[in-house]
């Protein structure tokens, strides 16, 4: 297995792994309604191409005997009261056949070095409430809860 920065030839990988990843979610979430997720190929082109060629943001990708199993993404997040910067994971899913066997943590040691490399102190992600192993997972790899998300969708 290896972990790699995607670039621009790894689009549409990364869009089908976020909408697996989002499936994947819904399955967990509510399981009788089995919503399969098109949100990142249907909206996700654009920011994916400012994304990927930024150097506050990376995009990684797990690959094992030429297939994607997983993938990354963070960024840059200012912290202007402390005049600094941190690294936020947006997204990170690791497809359930193959988690348990160390990929998610080579992404995240990745993730790690990435913000090291830049300077950061600390990485922070959220995780949805329902989604108790991925924050298990979490607690194992050193993260610790710490507050609650609040979001409000304006148009």
Same mark, same amino acid.
């Given at each position: ?25 819904? *399955?967990?979430?509510?399981?009788? $309604? $089995?919503? #399969? ?43 202007? *009261?402390?005049? *600094? ?12 056949? !193959?988690?348990? %066997?160390? #990929? ?6 990745? #993730?790690? %070095? ?20 991925? !924050? ?7 993260? *610790? ?6 979001? %409000? !969708?304006? %148009?």
């Amino acid at each position: 297995m290896t972990i790699n920065k995607a670039d621009k030839t790894h689009k549409q990988i990364v869009l089908k792994l976020l909408d697996d990843f989002r499936t994947e979610c819904h *399955r967990i979430i509510n399981p009788e $309604k $089995k919503i #399969v997720s098109t949100t990142a190929q249907e909206n996700g082109g654009q920011l994916f191409e400012k994304m990927v060629d930024s150097p506050t943001s990376a995009i990684f990708l797990a690959e094992d005997s030429g297939k994607y199993i997983g993938v990354a993404t963070v960024n840059a997040l200012p912290q202007f *009261r402390y005049g *600094r910067y941190i690294a936020e994971v947006e997204e990170m899913f690791v497809y359930p056949e !193959h988690q348990g %066997k160390g #990929v998610a943590i080579e992404l995240l040691n990745t #993730v790690e %070095k990435w913000a090291k490399e830049h300077t950061m102190s600390y990485i922070r992600l959220e995780s949805g409430n329902e989604l108790a192993r991925a !924050h298990g997972f979490y607690e194992k790899a050193g993260f *610790r809860h710490y507050a609650k998300a609040y979001e %409000k !969708h304006i %148009k």
